[in-house]
């Protein structure tokens, strides 16, 4: 079983940056992936990002590429989400989430992932 729980959101400007952090009990395998997503009201929820325990592999939704960045810190048992340069249209809860031998392929897949935090608020003005 593995719980997660998201910290760092907040109220920036736009051109802000923030750094999410999600961090997980349990044990957590190489084999792992670890995502992130958002949901804005209204909309369905979106892949942001995800990366592969083990190998580090990252994976970005086009919409965010070369704004954010996620890691993650084996010793903390936690992964981060950089996100820098922020829209307003980046408004949204964002949600971490977790789970075994996720294709490559189907890491944008919300359906993919098992485990999920409750989500941290941001919110970007303008």
């Known amino acids: 079983q593995v719980q997660l729980v998201e910290s760092g959101g907040g109220l920036v400007q736009a051109g802000g940056s923030l750094r999410l952090s999600c961090a997980a009990s349990?044990?957590?395998?190489?084999?792992?992936?670890m995502g992130w997503f958002r949901q804005a009201p209204g909309k369905e929820r979106e892949f942001v990002a995800a990366i592969e325990w083990g190998a580090g592999t990252s994976y970005y939704a086009d919409s965010v590429k070369g704004r954010f960045a996620i890691s993650r810190d084996g010793t903390e048992n936690t992964v981060y989400l950089q996100v820098n340069s922020l829209k307003p249209e980046d408004t949204a809860v964002y949600y971490c989430?977790?789970?075994?031998?996720?294709?490559?392929?189907?890491?944008?897949?919300?359906?993919?992932?098992?485990?999920w935090g409750q989500g941290t608020q941001v919110t970007v003005s303008s």
């Open positions: 349990g044990r957590i395998f190489s084999f792992y992936v």
């Open positions: 989430a977790a789970d075994r031998a996720i294709r490559a392929t189907m890491t944008s897949d919300p359906n993919k992932y098992s485990y």
